[in-house]
């Protein structure tokens, strides 16, 4: 550190950020910049009467190269790096996907003294060209042993942060209950599920009404089945009463169940199960009315190919009450962001 007086000569080791209310906040100086006698009122002015020039020791990392190795080190598929910029290297989406965080790598590379790495919440969507994520050091310069450090965990635990594709399904709908099957109400299950779907790329089949009789929900799912669809959504008839019997057509239908049943709301009711490796979700009627629900949490996830398991569920209980806000703010609120 020397006087800015006497720094006309060096080497400057960092970028100097300038912030101009409402008009400019950006490096006045990038690091490697030799300083002249002109730079130093410019200098004072920003309020630097003492700067950090370049002056490295065997075995110490700046603050650029430290974040470049950490973010390298960190960075998974469908992901690309920004950066190094005023010390901090980001992490951004290459294309539309799920963003993965393996999160208990991402907190012992926190409890570590002088290192910086944060991500947005893992298993939520994210859109080609997003910031999600970011790694920095807090001191201008670092032990490299340090960053090796975060390299073995890194390495131990690859990848610690990607973002995965979202597969284009084929689904069919089974919308069940024999009031609608008989018209006496009209189906309001349809345009929304259809219209979720179709919103992530899915493809529809087609949709089947059937009434409150396990062997034609059964029937149903099977045609679907033998037309190639890759997912079966199954809406309606989810509750305990005696006249829905969707769990049970589901089952009969040769459906692994995963959860009858998630700590959600809206969508405690909600059913996962597998026939073969095609996933059918069995939805509530909150998915009708509710913009958001546990359909939002786990259709992404089930295109992004993952096999959901009941310890994926329990997780979703922290955070899975959703605050039903005038204006939904989904998915940039807390609901469904533990999991």
């Known amino acids: 550190m020397v006087p800015v007086q006497q720094a006309a000569g060096s080497v400057l080791c960092h970028d100097l950020t ?91 590379i926190n409890e570590l003294a002088e290192t910086v790495m944060v991500t947005r919440h893992s298993n939520q969507t994210v859109r080609q060209g997003a910031v999600v994520g970011g790694t920095r050091i807090i001191p201008l310069v670092i032990e490299e042993a340090k960053i090796e450090h975060i390299e073995e965990i890194c390495g131990k635990n690859a990848p610690l942060i990607e973002v995965k594709p979202m597969r284009r399904l084929s689904a069919g709908i089974v919308t069940t209950g024999s009031e609608v099957y008989k018209g006496r109400i009209e189906d309001r299950f349809g345009p929304v599920v259809i219209g979720k779907l179709e919103e992530l790329g899915c493809r529809v089949l087609g949709q089947i009404l059937a009434p409150d009789r396990v062997e034609l929900i059964v029937e149903a799912i099977g045609k679907f089945l033998e037309a190639g669809a890759e997912m079966i959504c199954v809406t309606g008839g989810m509750s305990v009463d005696p006249d829905d019997v969707t769990p049970a057509g589901i089952k009969a239908a040769g459906g692994r169940i995963v959860t009858y049943g998630a700590p959600v709301l809206p969508g405690s009711m909600f059913m996962l199960a597998y026939i073969g490796s095609v996933p059918v979700l069995g939805l509530p009627g909150c998915v009708m009315y509710h913009k958001t629900s546990i359909f939002d949490l786990i259709l992404p996830r089930v295109l992004a190919g993952e096999e959901i398991t009941r310890t994926d569920f329990v997780r979703l209980a922290h955070g899975g009450l959703c605050m039903f806000c005038g204006e939904c703010r989904y998915p940039n609120c807390s609901f469904g962001k533990n999991s």
């Open 18 to 108: 300038q912030i101009v209310p409402g008009e400019f906040k950006g490096p006045a100086f990038k690091k490697g910049h030799i300083l002249r006698e002109e730079d130093i009122p410019r200098l004072l002015d920003m309020g630097k009467e003492h700067i950090f020039v370049w002056e490295m020791h065997s075995g110490l990392l700046h603050e650029n190269s430290a974040a470049e190795r950490m973010a390298r080190a960190a960075i998974g598929k469908g992901l690309k790096l920004s950066g190094p910029k005023e010390g901090k290297m980001d992490f951004v989406a290459e294309a539309d996907g799920l963003l993965k965080v393996n999160v208990e790598a991402l907190y012992e």
